[in-house]
């Protein structure tokens, strides 16, 4: 049964952002290579290390405690913590840089932004941990 969530928590560098958000994802992925010898009947893998990556979207808001001043300031920057909580609640937590930061103006309508991060596994701190499901 799908559930109606409108409670989301997204934190990045200790500023909550989830008041100007409209949206948040948070995706998994794994690279893989191929190891299949000549005698193998099927394709053989290995996996790589996971990673994570987030994109988040939502009106732009230029006050010096909020998304834009403090997505901006880290464009190219050391990762910083985040905490997502789809829920409200339950979520995932780590270090993230910020990979890309876009602001969109139209004719009548509100400005909006989107950014993205990529968790790292090597933080701020050098602990090559992965996203903590807290």
Not at 70 to 79: D, E
Not at 106 to 114: E, I
Request: proline share 4%; aromatic share 12%; hydrophobic share 50%.
């Amino acid at each position: 049964m799908a559930r109606l969530i409108a409670d989301a928590d997204f934190v990045f560098n200790a500023v909550a952002l989830e008041d100007e958000l409209e949206t948040a994802n948070m995706a998994f992925d794994v690279p893989e290579a191929e190891i299949t010898a000549f005698a193998d009947t099927y394709g053989n893998f290995l996996a790589g290390k996971p990673a994570a990556k987030l994109d988040v979207a939502g009106a732009w808001d230029p006050a010096a405690a909020q998304g834009d001043a403090t997505i901006f300031a880290a464009l190219g920057g050391a990762a910083l913590t985040y905490d997502f909580e789809p829920g409200g609640t339950t979520g995932y937590n780590g270090f993230a840089i910020v990979t890309s930061y876009q602001i969109s103006s139209a004719v009548n309508q509100a400005v909006k932004y989107s950014a993205g991060f990529r968790h790292n596994g090597q933080a701020a701190a050098a602990d090559g941990l992965a996203p903590i499901r807290a």
